[in-house]
């Protein structure tokens, strides 16, 4: 069994066709197919499916290709550890992002931090968080900026902000804009999104009452509860970094929310704890900075550097 080989079955999970796994390899189909069933004989299981339509791993193939990821990983971290000690800042990135904190992250992101570390190859992929945990967990992705669970189940949080959710109303609104002045919503009014409004451990968590908002539509972006709510009348809860995206008409229209405790989200970056890229992290720790508003920053970011693990002089 060979590196090359787990690189194999890896790329032929990911594309499902020989051709283009052999394509993202560097290598002929046949080379590709031919080292598969090699291994396949090795290990006297069949790891993949074949017909004319469909390739998919079997059963005991599915976890022979996740723990090959696994290994394939951790071989990179010996690139990384390299990197680390030398203070190289180059390799692969993989971040992922919750769909809900990106738009008003990921573009400044990517503007900065290419610039400041252009020899980085960075990929960002936008997933709701129980994909974002089990990516990590896998070894897919490097870091993930989301609001953390509960239980981290083997991850390490660094908080990075805290953001409050406020209100967005209607110029019809009258109404509405008594209620939340006075620290009510009355919910036939509200627009929500798709996955509800999500305020953890707030007073002011939608997510578990489906019977709070008006479901004619369910949005799926920010963007358009705003444009519902001004064709339609209502309101809606908006995070704060969205306010400048707003025009100056529109900001006329944002509300603070009187709850207790505070209507707010806390974002964190999570790592695995064996995480060792430590520079990598700070990395992007510190190109948030140069993007969150520093009153929403977490305080120790402001002073202090991340440390992942004790240096050797210690």
């Known amino acids: 069994m060979t590196l090359q080989q787990m690189e194999y079955i890896v790329a032929l999970d990911k594309y499902r066709h020989f051709v283009l796994a ?10 590709l197919s031919a080292m598969i069933q090699k291994l396949e004989e090795e290990l006297d299981v069949k790891i993949f499916n ?6 998919t791993p079997t059963r005991i193939g599915e976890k022979i290709i996740r723990q090959a990821q696994i290994v394939l990983n951790e071989t990179q971290c010996i690139k990384e550890v390299v990197a680390d000690e030398t203070d190289s800042m180059n390799g692969n990135l993989r971040i992922g992002i919750l769909p809900t904190i990106a738009p008003y992250l990921v573009p400044d992101f990517i503007h900065h931090f290419r610039k400041t570390y252009p020899h980085v190859s960075l990929f960002i992929d ?32 660094i908080p990075v902000y805290t953001e409050k959710f406020v209100a967005y109303f209607s110029e019809a609104c009258d ?38 908002g008006n479901h004619i539509y369910e949005a799926g972006s920010i963007e358009t509860l705003i444009k519902i709510v001004d064709r ?9 970094l969205h ?6 008409k529109q900001k006329a229209h944002v509300l603070p929310l009187q709850a207790n405790p505070p209507a707010q989200r806390h974002v964190s970056i999570l790592i695995k704890e064996d995480f060792i890229r430590e520079r990598m992290v700070n990395a992007v720790i510190d190109t948030l900075k140069s993007i969150i508003p ?21």
């Open 22 to 31: 052999a394509e993202a390899c560097g290598v002929t189909q046949p080379t």
């Open 50 to 55: 074949r017909d004319r339509k469909n390739i």
């Open 126 to 157: 936008e997933k709701e968080n129980k994909s974002l945990l089990q990516e990590l967990h896998y070894g897919n992705l490097d870091i993930i900026l989301t609001t953390p669970p509960e239980d981290l189940n083997g991850l390490l949080e």
């Open 175 to 212: 109404q509405a804009k008594s209620c939340i002045a006075n620290g009510t919503l009355p919910p036939e009014q509200m627009w929500i999104l798709k996955e509800g409004h999500c305020v953890p451990n707030g007073g002011m968590n939608f997510c578990k009452n489906k019977d709070i």
């Open 232 to 240: 339609n009348g209502g309101y809606t809860i908006i995070p704060e």
């Open 243 to 248: 306010i400048a995206s707003l025009t100056e």
């Open 294 to 314: 520093a009153s929403m920053l977490e305080k120790r970011l402001s002073s202090h550097s991340v440390r992942l693990r004790h240096s050797k002089s210690e």
